[in-house]
């Protein structure tokens, strides 16, 4: 902590205004691991690499890794087989990577570092070895618009299979920096730089703030011989023995969580009172295990109004316990009907009432929601995503309907939860949970008693829009 808070101080420190570049590589500097090898794995497994592609790549990489090749000689090995692919195709591919396999591995801190430039209005840019189709969906996600990068050249909207010189690697990358220095006249002796790579050294030489970021381990001797700071992010790539042990916990607490319910409701007759003792039980000690600390902005909305509707912008496998934690009881849910299936969530999800529904048909879907309905008028609340599915990143998804048309028909008000950062815990498809502080603002709730089914649209689009406000605030 100590080392990210001298990281954020040295750019407060730093002059403001455009005339600052803030220089980012991408490979284990604005995500964890290398975008090359999820983009070729990807056209791999998916068959789309052909023999020929295969085969030059795996010896331009050999020949790179033991010295007998350049990065240009890389370059040429591995695209050669695309002359005549149209580069549409890779522009496609490249997204797909990037929504799959990489999006999720964004490090929280970069996301933090990019924020904390822009509020100094420094000039941000990326500067990579990787060619658009690996950085420019990163970069559309990050906002940034400056990318300089190795470039492949075609012709009418075709590869030639040859690659632009230079390269943006080694000197290149140098040359990169000097080139944006030159088009927006930032002093270079004020501009920071921030990679993993030994073979970033011409342009960490360069600028007069080099950042050295998870380097490799000729980089960190570099920087300890030249007092360059090092910082490491944790947060994603390959979780350590405690984040491991702290999720299991996480997970086992489970357990004694239902016994002590369940005994509570035996004793008193009360399944409700069950549930109520297991889900705050399970969600407090699961949070508390797991070292995530939630921070709760508007705690007071969450009890004005009961039984309520309580939505929340959907990004992690968390977003329920963190939920529980904040509503506490007398609350059901609402899921998709694979979680049914589960042999743990689903008996303990059935018997808290929740409603599990096939989000492929809609007609089905909605008469699911009947019985969730019918809990709100008997004075139970719901806690709903609208959003349907989990989110790769922090940008809001489309809202659902069936929130809105639950709390209009039991008539009860809706309370909107954002969170702000539910992902640096746990983002979409991992395993281990990460500890973090989590950031939830509850908003005041919103009456639902004068709603019509054709105002609908313009009421999910205002409170849509209220999210949006405090994503970007």
Same mark, same amino acid.
């Given at each position: 902590?100590? $080392?990210?808070?001298?990281? @954020?101080?040295?750019?407060?420190?730093?002059?403001?205004?455009?005339?600052?570049?803030?220089?980012?590589?991408?490979?284990?500097?604005?995500?964890? /691991?290398?975008?090359?090898?999820?983009?070729?794995?990807?056209?791999?497994?998916?068959?789309?690499?052909?023999?020929?592609?295969?085969?030059?790549?795996?010896?331009?990489?050999?020949?790179?890794?033991?010295?007998?090749?350049? %990065?240009?000689?890389?370059? &040429?090995?591995?695209?050669?087989?695309?002359?005549?692919?149209?580069?549409?195709?890779?522009?496609?591919?490249?997204?797909?990577?990037?929504?799959?396999?990489?999006?999720?591995?964004?490090?929280?801190?970069?996301?933090?570092?990019?924020?904390?430039?822009?509020?100094?209005?420094?000039?941000?840019?990326? #500067?990579?070895?990787?060619?658009?189709?690996?950085?420019?969906?990163?970069?559309?996600?990050?906002?940034?618009?400056?990318?300089?990068?190795?470039?492949?050249?075609?012709?009418?909207?075709?590869?030639?299979?040859?690659?632009? *010189?230079?390269?943006?690697?080694? !000197?290149? *990358?140098?040359?990169? /920096?000097?080139?944006?220095?030159?088009?927006?006249?930032?002093?270079?002796?004020?501009?920071?730089?921030?990679?993993?790579?030994?073979?970033?050294?011409?342009?960490?030489?360069?600028?007069?703030?080099?950042?050295? +970021?998870?380097?490799?381990?000729?980089? =960190?001797?570099?920087?300890?011989?030249?007092?360059?700071?090092?910082?490491?992010?944790?947060?994603?790539?390959?979780?350590?023995?405690?984040?491991?042990?702290?999720? =299991? +916990? $996480?997970?086992?607490?489970?357990?004694?969580?239902?016994?002590?319910?369940?005994?509570?409701?035996?004793?008193?007759?009360?399944?409700?009172?069950?549930?109520?003792?297991?889900?705050?039980?399970?969600?407090?000690?699961?949070?508390? +295990?797991?070292?995530?600390?939630?921070?709760?902005?508007?705690?007071?909305?969450?009890?004005?109004?009961?039984?309520?509707?309580?939505? @929340?912008?959907?990004?992690?496998?968390?977003?329920?316990?963190?939920?529980? *934690?904040?509503?506490?009881?007398?609350?059901?849910?609402? /899921?998709?009907?694979?979680?049914?299936?589960?042999? #743990? %969530?689903?008996?303990?999800? *059935?018997? &808290?009432?929740?409603?599990?529904?096939?989000?492929?048909?809609?007609?089905?879907?909605? !008469? $699911?929601?009947?019985?969730?309905?019918?809990?709100?008028?008997?004075?139970?609340?719901?806690? #709903? $995503?609208?959003?349907?599915?989990?989110?790769?990143?922090?940008?809001? /998804?489309? @809202?659902?309907?069936?929130?809105?048309?639950? &709390?209009?028909?039991?008539?009860?008000?809706?309370?909107?939860?954002?969170?702000?950062?539910?992902?640096?815990?746990?983002?979409?498809?991992?395993?281990?949970?990460?500890?973090?502080?989590?950031?939830?603002?509850?908003?005041?709730?919103?009456?639902?008693?004068?709603?019509?089914?054709?105002?609908?649209?313009?009421?999910?689009?205002?409170?849509?829009?209220?999210?949006?406000?405090? +994503?970007?605030?």
């Amino acid at each position: 902590m100590p $080392a990210k808070a001298n990281l @954020f101080r040295e750019i407060r420190r730093a002059p403001q205004g455009p005339k600052v570049g803030a220089f980012f590589d991408v490979d284990r500097t604005l995500l964890a /691991g290398f975008s090359a090898s999820a983009f070729y794995r990807e056209r791999l497994l998916s068959g789309r690499m052909t023999p020929a592609e295969a085969i030059s790549t795996i010896r331009g990489t050999t020949g790179f890794l033991m010295g007998r090749t350049g %990065f240009s000689g890389l370059m &040429a090995a591995s695209t050669a087989a695309w002359r005549g692919l149209s580069e549409s195709t890779l522009i496609e591919i490249g997204q797909e990577v990037f929504d799959k396999h990489l999006a999720t591995k964004i490090y929280p801190e970069s996301r933090a570092l990019l924020r904390a430039h822009r509020e100094r209005g420094h000039t941000v840019a990326i #500067i990579s070895s990787a060619t658009p189709y690996q950085v420019d969906p990163l970069a559309r996600e990050l906002e940034i618009e400056n990318v300089m990068c190795t470039r492949l050249e075609v012709e009418n909207g075709v590869f030639t299979g040859d690659v632009l *010189k230079p390269t943006c690697f080694g !000197e290149g *990358k140098r040359l990169a /920096g000097e080139e944006l220095a030159n088009r927006f006249d930032l002093d270079l002796s004020e501009c920071f730089f921030y990679t993993d790579s030994s073979d970033d050294l011409p342009l960490l030489e360069a600028v007069g703030k080099p950042c050295p +970021l998870n380097p490799d381990s000729m980089l =960190a001797q570099i920087s300890k011989e030249r007092g360059w700071p090092v910082r490491r992010f944790q947060s994603r790539g390959t979780p350590g023995v405690e984040q491991i042990a702290r999720s =299991a +916990l $996480a997970l086992a607490s489970l357990l004694p969580s239902v016994v002590v319910g369940t005994t509570v409701g035996l004793i008193n007759r009360s399944q409700r009172e069950a549930v109520n003792v297991a889900g705050s039980m399970w969600s407090d000690l699961s949070m508390a +295990l797991s070292g995530v600390d939630l921070r709760v902005e508007g705690e007071e909305h969450l009890w004005t109004h009961r039984p309520a509707v309580f939505i @929340f912008n959907h990004q992690s496998a968390l977003d329920a316990p963190l939920m529980l *934690k904040m509503v506490r009881r007398d609350v059901t849910g609402v /899921g998709k009907k694979e979680i049914a299936n589960n042999p #743990i %969530f689903g008996p303990i999800g *059935k018997a &808290a009432g929740a409603v599990f529904i096939d989000r492929a048909d809609r007609a089905r879907a909605i !008469e $699911a929601l009947e019985p969730a309905v019918d809990a709100l008028k008997q004075g139970r609340s719901l806690i #709903i $995503a609208p959003e349907g599915t989990r989110q790769p990143t922090p940008r809001l /998804g489309r @809202f659902k309907k069936g929130a809105f048309h639950m &709390a209009m028909q039991a008539g009860v008000p809706i309370v909107p939860v954002v969170f702000r950062n539910a992902l640096d815990a746990l983002p979409k498809d991992a395993l281990v949970i990460r500890q973090a502080v989590v950031e939830a603002v509850v908003l005041p709730p919103v009456d639902t008693s004068s709603w019509t089914r054709e105002t609908l649209d313009d009421e999910i689009a205002a409170i849509r829009d209220r999210y949006l406000e405090v +994503l970007e605030g």
